[in-house]
Each structure stands twice: as C-alpha cells, then as structure tokens.
C-alpha cells in the first residue's frame, strides 16, 4: 500500500478553473503537508496541518486552501486558476523527528 | 531567501568511488537536517539525517557530516553505484518548518 497517495498524478486545466488535489496518507502520522516544486525545483510549504489544525501559512494566495477532513487526508483546493499556479505539488507527512517527512510522488499541475 | 543552498545542480562519478553532496545554510536555528533522494515521477524518499548536537551520521554507505560553524553538511556515498544516480535534495528543520535546497543531480556512471 503507498504510504502517501495523491491524486490525480496529472491535472490539464484552463484559466479560471477550480480544482482540487486530494491526498491520503495510511502512516499514522500526526502532520500533513502541501509543498509546490518551482521552475528552480525549489521546494517550498505552502500548508501544514497538525491534528486538524492549520499550523504553517506561508504567503499563499487565497485561492489556494486546504481542507482536512480527518488526519490522513489533507486535499488542496485552488480557485480561479492562473498560469503562474502551474507547478508540481507533493503532499507530505510526518511523525516525530527520526525519519523525517514522507512525501506523495506529485502532482503535476498545467494551467493552459 | 533561501535558507538552505545546494551550490551544484549535478555531479558525475564513477562506479564505486565516493559521491560528495553538499548543502550550505543560513538560519542557525536549525536543529536538524535530513537527506532526501529522488527519483523521476516519484517523491522524494528519505535517506539520512542529523541532528544538530552530533556531526556525523552513518547508515550504510551514506555518511552525513555536519559543520555547525561553517553552516555546511556534505553526504558522502562510498562506493557509489548506478542505482544511487538521481537528484537529492538536502533540507533544514526549525520546529515544524522545513526548507528544501534546490537538489543536486546525481550521475553514477558504470
């Protein structure tokens, strides 16, 4: 079974466009994490959500936010797509300090 | 800002010598440092980390040296082999924060 799952794996979408990424992690893990690769493949957080509370936002815009229903599942929602929102997006987890994050493989997102 | 800085976008070695990665930061209040490997189409998948208080960590060939004062920890990978060829990608904790370098592209030629 994958540890953290997302889905789908591509998304094409126009401008404007409302989508949603979900992801599911079978781990346990306390924490769980929205990250967006840039054109640099920097990876930067955008979201973390500990026990359902939102703990890290970095400067995203509102069009983006997350939603968590339960602790192994954190969905991405963004609104009014733009061009610039074209990126890959992991979702990640964690539990405690040893073994560090557990990342989803990606989505790849283009905005046309 | 970038708080954690991975210099070489890519390395090429030879099958069985050593692979050194390198990774620079600027926030001292890191207290601890991870490894992460990744292959094309796949998440990055953890390899190694350190904690602040040691400098070096070892786990089969992967060796991840920690210097506080320079601000720099190197991943050394002896013998190196073709299937360690892909991108890695050094990152820093602060509480819950985690900030990734840009990744290093990692060749091991046979």
């Known amino acids: 079974d994958t540890a953290v799952s997302q889905t789908p794996k591509y998304l094409v979408t126009q401008m404007g466009n409302d989508k949603s990424i979900k992801c599911e992690q079978n781990l346990g893990h306390d924490t769980m994490y929205w990250y967006k690769q840039d054109s640099k493949k920097f990876l930067k957080i955008m979201f973390s959500?500990?026990?359902?509370?939102?703990?890290i936002n970095e400067t995203v815009p509102n069009r983006f936010s997350p939603k968590s229903p339960d602790k192994a599942h954190l969905n991405l929602h963004i609104n009014s797509l733009e061009l610039g929102d074209s990126a890959v997006y992991f979702c990640?987890?964690?539990?405690?300090?040893?073994?560090?994050?557990?990342f989803g493989s990606g989505t790849r997102l283009t905005v046309v | 800002d970038q708080q954690v800085k991975q210099n070489s976008p890519s390395l090429s070695v030879q099958e069985g010598r050593i692979s050194i990665l390198n990774c620079d930061y600027t926030n001292s209040m890191f207290d601890y440092f991870l490894w992460y490997k990744k292959y094309p189409a796949e998440g990055p998948t953890f390899l190694i980390s350190?904690?602040?208080?040691?400098d070096k960590n070892e786990d089969g060939r992967f060796t991840v040296f920690l210097n506080k004062s320079a601000k720099h920890l190197s991943l050394h990978i002896v013998p190196s082999q073709p299937g360690d060829s892909a991108v890695y990608f050094c990152?820093?904790?602060?509480?819950?924060?985690?900030?990734f370098g840009a990744g290093t592209r990692l060749t091991v030629k046979p």
């Open positions: 959500y500990n026990n359902k509370e939102l703990i």
């Open positions: 350190i904690s602040s208080i040691k």
């Open positions: 990152a820093a904790r602060e509480d819950n924060d985690m900030r």
């Open positions: 990640a987890s964690s539990q405690g300090d040893i073994y560090g994050y557990t």
